[in-house]
């Protein structure tokens, strides 16, 4: 017999659905079905490109009998009350991270979904990565004793590329601990299991013309004792992608000099605080926009930085090709296929958990956990103090 289609819709056609529909297009177990923008332009660019329904608003589109499943691609500080539209519609929910920007909003986001019996499910984020993945099963599997501590850093360009006025506000889910720590808390409450006791964290807001946290580095300690460090910097100095072979976030080649050019560029520009040409600029790329990023098969893994896991005898981290191993011999490469990518693996989570009844790991109390890190990164920045945190949940994949 041939397997259901799970036929999803699309919230919010921002920047990253050029990323993300390529794959969601070619999903053997997905059609897309509608999706919700309140751009012309992008809406009448889905239709032609999939012959899929569009609405203005997430509530029309939650209320098309066509869509059994929702993916919240919509600002950050729109993905409760989003989610919540979709799930009273018994609708099945993706949303992307971060899931919220309060515990409340997640409560009320878990309960909104168990009272309708739907699945909600976090991410998109880079634990769902192949390398990650197969990187938590060598860990599982003993091979190499214990685990013993967990590192990842990541120095990007987030704050010189053209942001829109929310990515400069954190009240409203901007900045990077917002944007981007949900990757890394994600990546290594993976790797460790899920459970972190408590965070210690500094945070940095360094230019005055970008208003929101640019960098942070974070000390968690598991319950089990294994201690993880998270460092991010958007400040478009160092670039990570030098430490793999410049191969960047998106598994494509990177430019060596695009830090120093996006700096450049915003200096010329004199861009401000999200002025007028700022947001003009981002528009632009976004799907339906005047000159969207185009999103071709990545030549190798993405790569979020570098993440190296420390075990009694020996050492793991990405490699564009998959992983390097390290131990008592040397470095052992061990390839990892491209496929299943990260965004086909959070269709499969979503499609497994519905066909067999049962919640996704990546579920609404995972992503809770997540936000409850983020949030102490935060408020230990601004107390300059341990947070103990208390709605952790244990990794069920």
Avoid at 37 to 42: F, S
Avoid at 169 to 198: E, K, N, W, Y
Avoid at 222 to 241: C, M, N
């Amino acid at each position: 017999m041939t397997p259901p289609v799970l036929r999803l819709g699309i919230a919010g056609l921002g920047l990253a659905s050029t990323f993300t529909l390529p794959a969601f297009a070619k999903h053997a177990r997905v059609r897309l079905a509608a999706a919700a923008d309140l751009r012309r332009p992008a809406r009448e660019r889905f239709a032609a490109e999939f012959g899929a329904k569009t609405f203005e608003t997430i509530e029309t589109l939650c209320a098309s009998p066509d869509v059994d499943a929702v993916y919240i691609a919509t600002p950050n500080d729109l993905h409760a009350e989003h989610a919540i539209v979709a799930a009273e519609h018994r609708k099945h929910v993706i949303v992307e991270k971060p899931m919220a920007l309060t515990i409340g909003a997640c409560e009320a986001m878990n309960a909104a979904a168990q009272r309708n019996g739907i699945y909600l499910l976090c991410g998109h984020t880079h634990s769902f990565a192949p390398p990650i993945r197969r990187m938590r099963e060598i860990i599982n599997s003993g091979e190499l004793g214990r685990l013993t501590m967990l590192h990842t850093w990541n120095y990007t360009d987030l704050l010189y590329r053209p942001r829109m006025a929310w990515e400069l506000d954190t009240r409203r889910g901007g900045g990077v601990v917002f944007v981007q720590a949900p990757h890394q808390v994600d990546i290594v409450r993976l790797l460790s299991g899920g459970l972190v006791r408590s965070v210690r964290a500094m945070t940095g807001a360094w230019a005055t013309e970008r208003p929101t946290e640019g960098n942070y580095a974070a000390y968690l300690e598991f319950e089990d004792g294994t201690p993880a460090t998270l460092v991010y910097s958007g400040y478009a100095h160092f670039d990570t992608a030098e430490l793999h072979e410049w191969v960047g976030e998106r598994g494509q080649a990177r430019d060596p000099e695009t830090h120093a050019r996006g700096r450049a560029a915003f200096q010329a520009l004199g861009m401000g605080d999200a002025t007028e040409l700022e947001t003009r600029l981002r528009e632009s790329k976004r799907y339906g926009g005047e000159s969207p990023r185009t999103a071709g098969g990545p030549a190798a893994h993405q790569v979020f930085g570098l993440t190296l896991a420390s075990c009694e005898r020996g050492d793991l981290r990405q490699a564009p090709g998959g992983l390097y191993v390290y131990g008592d011999d040397g470095r052992q490469e061990i390839p990892v296929p491209l496929e299943p990518s990260g965004a086909t693996a959070v269709i499969d989570e979503l499609y497994e958990a519905i066909r067999t009844d049962t919640p996704p790991p990546h579920d609404g109390r995972w992503g809770e956990a997540t936000v409850e890190v983020c949030l102490a990164i935060l408020e230990s920045a601004r107390l300059r103090r341990e947070i103990f945190l208390s709605h952790q949940v244990p990794w069920r994949g």
